[in-house]
């Protein structure tokens, strides 16, 4: 089955303790993304890349970050997480950059205490 | 810079047809994408416009106009499961490849 996945779904952290957080796609895509979501505000880009070893910052990159040294994997790692990093995070993925659909995981629930 | 408006909330009777509106603001703009999010689920792809016009895909049709920054999500006889937010997103090429989403319509479907 084509799908994106994401571990773990749920988490429950400290201030400051490091943590990351999976992101898998079986759909050979090149393109990656990883965003949060809060109420109110949506979703917001925190990175992006368009192939292996490619990656850029979205919007609120601070805090985060990325790596792609394998075209299915995309983890997103919070080095010293933060209160305000507590959040409903979506990873995503597409065939490439202009691709129009983009296929999102399940999510990952995280609250940092 | 970007901004992406839409209405937080809406609300439409079952079988009835409800306009969502999206107005836009980006420098490098290469299309317009509209999602469906259920509650405690991930977005699902619902259209996408890049050329002026109507897309139209089943009970969901999609509008854009470049021109006015402006489009809108069009649904036809209402059922109860579209009940869920509607993200109104456009892809934005200056400086990169970004996806800017807006806040979503959350659309509650009344019997």
């Known amino acids: 089955e084509a799908q994106v996945t994401q571990n773990p779904r749920y988490l429950i952290t400290v201030t400051g303790k490091k943590l990351t957080v999976t992101c898998s796609q079986n759909m050979n895509h090149e393109y990656m993304s990883w965003y949060r979501q809060d109420p109110g505000l949506g979703l917001r880009q925190i990175y992006y890349?368009?192939?292996?070893?490619?990656?850029d910052k979205g919007d609120v990159p601070e805090g985060y970050k990325v790596s792609r040294k394998e075209k299915r994997n995309f983890p997103l790692i919070l080095e010293s997480p933060s209160p305000n990093q507590t959040s409903l995070y979506f990873c995503?993925?597409?065939?490439?950059?202009?691709?129009?659909?983009?296929?999102f995981g399940p999510g990952t629930r995280l609250t940092v205490t | 810079g970007q901004n992406i408006d839409q209405p937080t909330e809406m609300t439409a009777t079952e079988g009835a047809i409800v306009q969502i509106n999206c107005t836009y603001q980006?420098?490098?703009?290469?299309?317009l994408f509209w999602y469906q999010q259920h509650a405690g689920e991930a977005p699902t792809f619902l259209s996408y416009n890049v050329l002026d016009g109507l897309e139209e895909k089943g009970r969901f049709s999609s509008f854009l106009s470049r021109s006015k920054g402006y489009s809108y999500l069009l649904l036809k006889e209402l059922q109860m499961k579209d009940s869920a937010s509607y993200l109104c997103?456009?892809?934005?090429?200056?400086?990169?490849?970004?996806?800017?989403f807006g806040a979503g319509t959350r659309l509650f479907v009344k019997a």
């Open positions: 997103a456009v892809r934005d090429d200056t400086g990169g490849f970004k996806t800017i």
């Open positions: 995503a993925s597409s065939p490439s950059r202009v691709s129009y659909e983009q296929y």
């Open positions: 980006t420098s490098g703009f290469n299309g």
């Open positions: 890349s368009m192939n292996v070893e490619v990656t």
